[in-house]
């Protein structure tokens, strides 16, 4: 029944939590509250309301009111600045808007600052001194000053302790644990008048033989305030304020960051009397300082030191008379000193009772308030129950009571008067877990959202790998997922260039979500020796959301300018999954993990010299000249111009006239018209609406026609306006280079003597004629590979009633032969470098070439 | 066209303008006193970095003979500027640099790192161009950064050049630097420090050095001779104060006290500031003996320290750099050295207990308690010999109230302590003397249980001042319960000497005086003396019989207690043994100094007193003893 209370939200939200946040009693009912950021609040505990905002310069790290509650010190990062509040607030603008919600907006000018000692953690007022902690690099920096001038007084230095302990654990290291500074007073010490009648949290009175224990005689004797530093590095030090020669010194070493330091009663001996200082570190250690009677030698009083560890980590404490209240972040627990205390009291020198000291210290009792950062010291109100302030980390103001029974509960069970308060508090703890609950639901709720999104892409990865193993068993259509592409040319600037436009095609039930890239690469499948047989690969990266089943995803990419790049190019397309997308915010905080990612090969495309002519229809010409004279003389000037310039550049190859120029090179390709007649007719037998259009003697005409519309591995050509109509089997086209190309397809008649009688059949002859051997050769090899193609879709059957050319063959192989001897011999004379210079061995090569192109063999 | 061809011309005097504008709000800043050290310091700051950002600026083209003045000037206020943070080794490396660009720019090839032959290489590559001036100036800066450094050595090799480089171009050089800038002060680069002032600042600043310096090395009648002609140099007041007062060092440790104190007085007329020639007159006064002096001495400079601390009005042209930027050696900032005014309060009181004005000594000790209690902190902080431990000073305010017969007062003191130290007590204590060779180290290593062998010893003679203000009361009862809390108090401690089993302590052991031995034993042997004494008044003889014999055992040399136990002897009867008792006690010589023991060690005056002539008249009515 024990450790429910009340709590109650007063304010809400304020935010911004870079340091630890502190709660702080003021003038009266108000209290303060730094919350790391650049603003002071000040709440009303009679109003429950903010009454006022004070905003400094720059970010607040600790606040102390004097003594007559008149004035505010607050620890900025450029220095100290004080602050009469009754002056501020009565000077504050209040305009009517305002007064109805009476809440005060203050910003504080760099005027008040009063000692611009940069990088000051924490401050103190004791008295008439005040005092300030700051750190830097390799001390801790103890600052007095006259609290009536700010006049430095004295400094004191104590060395930095590195390496200690930290809870490094993420979040924790942006949050900079403030060091703890009180002021001990000896409790014999009679209060100085007009100060300290009423001692805060900062102040705590000491059993006076415990302060001379460990704070010497002539402290006790100066009747001199003691400061007491819990350092973040652990060091716990004091510094008797009063005392000639004082130094800074270390009473004890918590090994891990002080985060707080306070005082408690413990037992009962008089009122006020401290008995314990306690302290505790960030990780849970728990220090109790206190007197032990007569020590093991000699007998007289002796310093004791408790050790203990809570489950830590300790966000904040506070203690009252008995009980160290502490927030891990995730609960606030009370920890009852007096019980390990007086068990040691009992029996001394027990190994026993130290262990069973650390067994009471080991076991605090919930409270069950969540997310509490900072607590403000325990008040007792009018009917005894323990009330302490705290400020969560949402920046919630919040009053937990704690219910009144719990500190005589070992007396008996609660009152049976206080029902009704107890279903309050009942309530308010549903609340409270209700809370918690919520939280851990959004928490289980985006785990899930992240499960299901690895489990698409687990899927996913699974396709395609799988895919990828069987690739080449698998015909195109059949890929789970994969891209085609469209190459067109467009004109911009005068220039020509060549897009590509990637479909991405998504036939899988899986949704490629958040997460996933589209990755394009485009590389030449040989370099121009320009380039210095170096790779020119570029890369291209589309990140995209949510791409559902049978939904397709288009990106447009640019290939090349005319006459830069070489052909053809080979466009691999990959998918890329970044484990960083996968888990949001959470991520950034794992720096490992940013680096990583899943990526899936798709397919490769290629794009061939077929893909990216232009070819010079007549009407296409024409067209384009009528739709241009309806604009400005300027525009068919310029596009005259331009056409002029064309011209030039290809010197005396014409343009489409077909005056005939002398082309110098040329390849041919001759496929039987039975393959042909059988691959096409049965393509656009798929195409119904196609069908007429394919009279069977005009094979010649539709495999160009074929070749330049679509072509393998997924890429066609879209053609500036409508479908290309060929008035002819002779295309004239320009090379993304600027030549001109000419490509005739007519039916020929193949002889073959085969056994004294003669057979002939019908050919395609497809002939390429440039005068730049770059374009033959590219499209002879794009012609090739769509050929390839064309007989991979062959049916069996057709195959299969072919006769084999066998007289033919012979002739062939001879002439094979022959040119291979010259290769040879070119090869070697190149090789000894004797004989031939480099240009007739070009040359031979290249006669070679054109003779093996010129008379090709028959596809059937 | 036109503007292009001006361009160089017009940087130049773009960078020229922007450095007299730096070098004027530089000294603008310096004039107004009113701003606090801080600002001054954050100023400071702001004109060094902006120096530096025109140097960069300037350093971007190569050396060029037109330039070079213009920068060397430059690099003189950056430098200069560097040095007032004291931050030396940045203003080193300038002068490597631009050193090294006017080599560059006359063609020679670097040379040796000694200092003195680069810097004869430098002036002598540059000859008797428009450029020496310049590189002289950087040349002070130079010694300047060695003075601060510390590094005498170094400025001794190349003295003799330093001062006769000066010498003969001096005139010229000042002049001629005067006349330019009367001419066209817009076209010619400002410098933020008269070279001049800076010269005889370090002229004086380096004497001074030396002159501690050899003095430390107890080459005094070398360094007087220099520090004498030093203080007729033009210089600040506090500088010439530091000569004379140097000279009286020297003088001192040539064993001439007395013109040492006129050199220390000069001094003080030099400077009115100068309170380390108060101190080190007071040191002088000491050990002529001449208390009554040394008392005001000290007197004086504790007012001296208690005035509130006046700015120094620094002197037109040396405010960027203080001498105490270029008085950095340890050997003159030890002879500078002051104590702190609450240890000189202390030092005061104390003199004038033990030299007789205990009413004196009495007010001074009570200020020096009422600082310790005030609030204020002025002044606790400061360095110095730390002050004797608190309870340490109760007792001896104690002791001296009770000399100046104000009993109540004094147990009020011993009550404060008792309180404090009641609860630590310990029931038992070890001592144990340290070995007279590891003296140190093991002092060192027992401090805890020396602690709580102390803080017995002030519990104990807390009790034994309150028996003695109860015989000063006359309430024997009273004073024999306190009396015998002390003994008690005392009995606990057990002596542990090297390996032996600790043992219950006796006069033979106590080796040296001042130490916890030796005091437990005086302090004993006081107890019981006033045990005895406050029984003999009670008419309790016996017991003051056994008390006083016990006394005498473990303090041998106690005064009171042997001339009461032979009291006490008389009384009973004993006449003869009293008689040698007497004699006995008349034959001691005080084995200790005064001064040399705590006041509240040393016999009380105050208690019932026995008059030497009236036990003089006994013993010779007495006769010659029996056995004679």
Known sequence: MEGRCAVETWAVGLSGTSCTPRVKFGLGTDVFLCTGSDEVYVFSTEERKLTAVLQFPDPVSDLVGSHDKQLLYVACRSGV??????????????????????????????????????????????????????????????????????????????????????????????????????????????????????????????????????????????KSPVILCGLPDGCLCFLPLRLPGSRLRVLHSLEQPVVFVGASVVMERGPGHAQCLVAVGELGKVVLIKTDKGGSEGGGNRTGFIEGCVPGPVMCGCVDKNCLYYSTGSDLLVLDLSEGLSQREGQEKDEETSRKTEAALQSPTSLNVCRVAALAEPRCNTAGEVQLLGLSVRGQLQRITLPAGREDARLSKGPSALVGRSVRDLLSAIGDVCERASVLKTAIKSKNQILRHLNQVLNISFLLKASASSEEHLPIQEKPIRCHGVTSWSRLLQKDSLNLTCVLDNPSPYILERGWTLSIAVFPLSYPPSAGGESSSTNFSFPFHNLHPGETLEVSLPLAAAGEASFPMTVSCSLIFSLTSLLGEEAANLPRLQSRCISLPLNALTVDWLHVLQVNSPTATHKKATSQSNNTIDTVQSFLRSRRVRCSGRGQGGGESASKPEREYSASIRVSSELLRDTLLLKSSDLDTHMPKWPPQNVGLSLLEWMLSEGPGGVTTGHQGDKIALSSSVVHARGPNGHTVKLTAKEVNVEEESAGKEESRTAV????????????????????????????????????????????????????????????????????GVGVSTGQVTRSLLSVYRELRENPLLIV | ????????????????????????????????????????????????????????????????????????????????????????????????????????????????????????????????????????????????????????????????????????????????????????????????????????????????????????????????????????????????????????????????????????????????????????????????????????????????????????????????????????????????????????????????????????????????????????????????????????????????????????????????????TLELLPEKVVLEEPEEKCEAETRALCAEGDDRVAMLLWAGAAYLLQGHCHTHLKDWKQAVTHYTRCFNLLVKVRFKKGSFQPQIPSTDMVGKQGTDLCILQRLKGLSLAGRGISFTQTDQLREALRDLQLSMQAFPECVSAGLWCGEVLWRLGRRWEAAACWEKTWSFTPQFSVESLSVYLQEPQSGPLLDSLELRRRIQELGPPLSA
């Not at chain 1, 008040?112 to 830097?136: K, M, N, P, Y």
């Not at chain 2, 202390?346 to 009422?370: F, I, T």
């Not at chain 2, 360095?383 to 147990?411: K, V």
């Open chain 2, 1 to 420: 066209m036109s503007d292009q061809m001006c361009q160089p011309l017009s940087l130049l005097y773009r960078w020229i303008q922007e450095n007299n504008e730096l070098v004027d709000k530089c000294k603008q800043q310096g004039g107004g006193d009113a701003l606090s050290p801080d600002q001054n310091k954050t100023h400071l700051r702001w004109c060094s970095s902006e120096f530096h950002k025109l140097l960069k600026k300037i350093q971007g083209i190569p050396p060029l003979a037109d330039y070079l003045q213009l920068e060397l000037t430059v690099v003189y206020n950056a430098c200069l500027c560097s040095t007032a943070q004291s931050q030396f080794s940045e203003a080193e490396l300038l002068l490597t640099q631009a050193t090294e660009r006017v080599l560059q720019m006359t063609g020679d090839a670097p040379v040796a790192s000694d200092p003195p032959v680069f810097w004869r290489t430098v002036l002598k590559s540059v000859g008797d161009t428009a450029l020496n001036p310049c590189v002289l100036y950087l040349l002070c800066l130079q010694w300047a950064l060695w003075l601060s450094t510390c590094q005498l050595k170094t400025i001794q090799e190349c003295q003799d050049e330093l001062f006769s480089v000066f010498e003969t171009h001096s005139t010229r050089v000042w002049d001629e630097g005067r006349s330019e800038l009367r001419g066209k002060s817009s076209d010619i680069p400002l410098l933020v420090m008269d070279p001049r002032r800076l010269f005889e600042l370090l002229q004086i600043c380096t004497i001074i050095a030396q002159g501690a310096e050899s003095l430390s090395e107890g080459r005094s009648s070398q360094a007087l001779s220099g520090l004498q002609t030093a203080s007729s140099l033009p210089a600040p007041r506090t500088l010439i104060a530091y000569t004379h007062l140097l000279s009286g060092s020297c003088l001192a440790h040539m064993s001439r006290p007395q013109m040492a104190l006129q050199c220390y007085r000069k001094a003080l007329e030099t400077d009115s500031r100068c309170v380390c020639a108060l101190y080190q007159s007071m040191l002088i006064y000491r050990q002529l003996g001449n208390t009554q002096a040394e008392i005001q001495a000290l007197r004086l400079l504790h007012s001296t320290l208690m005035l509130p601390f006046a700015t120094e009005p620094a002197l037109a042209g040396t405010r960027l750099l203080s001498p105490s930027l270029l008085l950095r050696s340890q050997s003159l900032s030890s002879l500078l050295s002051v104590p702190s005014a609450l240890s000189l309060l202390h030092n005061l009181a104390l003199k004038c207990v033990h030299h007789g004005r205990v009413s004196d000594g009495v007010e001074y000790y009570l200020d020096l308690l009422a600082v310790l209690h005030s609030e204020d902190q002025h002044g606790l902080h400061a360095e110095g010999p730390p002050l004797p431990s608190l309870p340490e000073l109760y007792l001896q305010a104690g002791a001296a109230l009770l000399m100046a017969r104000r009993p109540a007062d004094c147990m009020a003191l011993c009550d404060e302590v008792i309180t404090t």
């Open chain 1, 765 to 832: 002859e497809v002939q390429v004629e440039s005068s730049s051997i770059a374009a033959v050769c590219g499209l002879h090899h794009a012609v090739l590979c769509r050929v390839q193609t064309l007989l991979q879709r062959a049916p069996e059957k057709a195959a299969s009633t072919k006769g084999v050319p066998s007289l033919g063959l012979r002739q062939v192989l001879q002439r094979a032969e022959h040119l291979l001897q010259q290769i040879q011999q070119s090869r070697i004379s190149g090789a000894f």
């Open chain 1, 81 to 222: 600045y004080c602050v009469s509040l009754q002056f501020q607030l009565s000077r504050a603008p209040s305009s009517p808007a305002d007064a109805s919600s009476s809440l005060a907006e203050l910003k504080i000018p760099s005027e008040f600052l009063v000692v611009a000692e940069e990088g000051v953690l924490s401050v103190l007022l004791v008295g008439s001194v005040f005092l300030t902690l700051s750190q830097t690099d390799t001390s801790w920096m103890l600052t007095l000053y006259k609290s009536s001038n700010y006049e430095m007084l004295s400094s004191f230095s104590l060395p930095l302790v590195s390496g200690v302990e930290r809870n490094d654990t993420e979040g924790t290291t942006a949050m900079r644990t403030r060091p703890v500074l009180i002021c001990v007073h000896s409790n014999d010490a009679t209060p100085p008048p007009s100060s300290e009648a009423t001692l805060t949290d900062d102040h705590v009175r000491l059993d006076p033989v415990l302060f001379k224990l460990l704070f010497g005689v002539d402290a006790a004797l100066a």
